[in-house]
């Protein structure tokens, strides 16, 4: 999920143009703690990847 912008559903990679500005990234995994990153999209920046993995065991 982007928060704020739209849920991805399940899957293993896609491509979304964000506007410029600070995204939260979430990812949940059944047996795993969900995790979150912070992501700042600059309006002159270049096409960047964000990878979110959760793999911490509950």
């Given at each position: 999920?982007?928060?704020?912008v739209r849920s991805l559903?399940?899957?293993d990679r896609t491509t979304v143009t964000l506007r410029p500005?600070?995204?939260?990234?979430?990812g949940y995994?059944?047996?795993y703690r969900a995790t979150q990153?912070?992501?700042r999209?600059?309006?002159s920046?270049?096409?960047a990847?964000?990878?979110?993995?959760?793999?911490?065991?509950?």
């Amino acid at each position: 999920m982007i928060r704020g912008v739209r849920s991805l559903g399940r899957l293993d990679r896609t491509t979304v143009t964000l506007r410029p500005e600070t995204h939260v990234f979430q990812g949940y995994r059944a047996g795993y703690r969900a995790t979150q990153m912070e992501v700042r999209v600059a309006a002159s920046g270049k096409p960047a990847e964000v990878v979110v993995i959760c793999d911490e065991r509950m």
